[in-house]
């Protein structure tokens, strides 16, 4: 098992915000971001690797992330399970809304386009983990979707 940690604040400077991206896009995959407050953004971001899966818990300022149709279009298939601690999560896709109160959870797939926000300062584990892990389990994980 390894541990990795990212954190920025405002006082890290020029391209501080940049660098948060490029963390969560190596942690998770590429995502657009867009913070409530860019000047006076803050997140830390702890990562544990273990084997295939990886756990995290991100801490940040009101942010929304979006993973585009052209980001959504590479890589192996991901699953996301998002659980927010403190603050509640906003999840578009398509035409569907969906709020998610601490302590319940969010699915998010790598290969499909969606927005997940939240509002004020955001305290959340994210369980990342390869599709094919479950399909031996549930079988096709994107029937849920």
Not at 29 to 36: I, M, N, S, T
Not at 64 to 69: E, G, I, K, T, V
Not at 70 to 94: D, F, K, M, Y
């Amino acid at each position: 098992m390894t541990h990795q940690r990212y954190s920025t604040s405002p006082t890290d400077g020029p391209g501080a915000l940049s660098r948060w991206s490029a963390a969560l896009s190596r942690t998770y995959f590429d995502l657009q971001l867009a913070p409530r407050d860019a000047a006076h953004f803050s997140g830390s971001l702890d990562v544990w690797h273990l084997k295939t899966l990886e756990l995290s818990r991100l801490e940040s300022d009101g942010v929304a992330y979006a993973r585009l149709p052209q980001h959504a279009a590479a890589g192996e298939g991901q699953l996301l399970v998002t659980v927010p601690l403190h603050g509640e999560l906003e999840l578009s896709r398509g035409n569907d809304v969906l709020h998610c109160p601490p302590g319940r959870f969010l699915l998010e797939l790598s290969d499909q386009p969606y927005r997940i926000a939240h509002g004020s300062s955001g305290l959340m584990w994210v369980l990342k983990l390869p599709v094919q892990a479950l399909q031996w389990r549930v079988g096709d994980p994107t029937r849920y979707f």
